[in-house]
């Protein structure tokens, strides 16, 4: 059974820091591409970050770039979202997502809600 399961939302103060965690079982993570969403009622979910299977290539959306880091551990089946300088306008659930190209197959936590007050 595939699960994603997403930790380390909470409360912070503007100018804070958190860090997600998403841990996956029931498929071969490390070759699948690990994403962060987010998204807030009546908005898209928007893509916050992504990580290749191997590590190796990050990308961010320009808002949280230079704030954001994405990383991932493969022998912990873990993706992590460090989130510092935090601003209100980072309040939103956070998604984690697992993607492979190769086999077309998409997962989704179930997400953790982040929130930040100014």
């Known amino acids: 059974q595939v699960q994603l399961v997403e930790s380390g939302g909470g409360l912070v103060q503007t100018g804070g820091s958190l860090r997600l965690s998403c841990a996956a079982s029931g498929f071969t993570f490390s070759s699948y591409t690990m994403k962060w969403y987010r998204q807030t009622p009546g908005k898209e979910r928007e893509l916050v970050s992504s990580?290749?299977?191997?590590?190796?290539?990050?990308n961010y959306a320009d808002s949280v770039k230079g704030r954001f880091t994405i990383s991932r551990d493969n022998a912990k089946n873990t993706v992590y979202l460090q989130m510092n300088s935090l601003k209100p306008e980072d309040t939103a659930v956070y998604y984690c997502?697992?993607?492979?190209?190769?086999?077309?197959?998409?997962?989704w936590g179930q997400g953790t809600q982040v929130t930040v007050s100014s």
């Open positions: 990580i290749a299977s191997t590590g190796g290539n990050t």
């Open positions: 997502n697992a993607n492979s190209r190769w086999s077309g197959r998409e997962y």
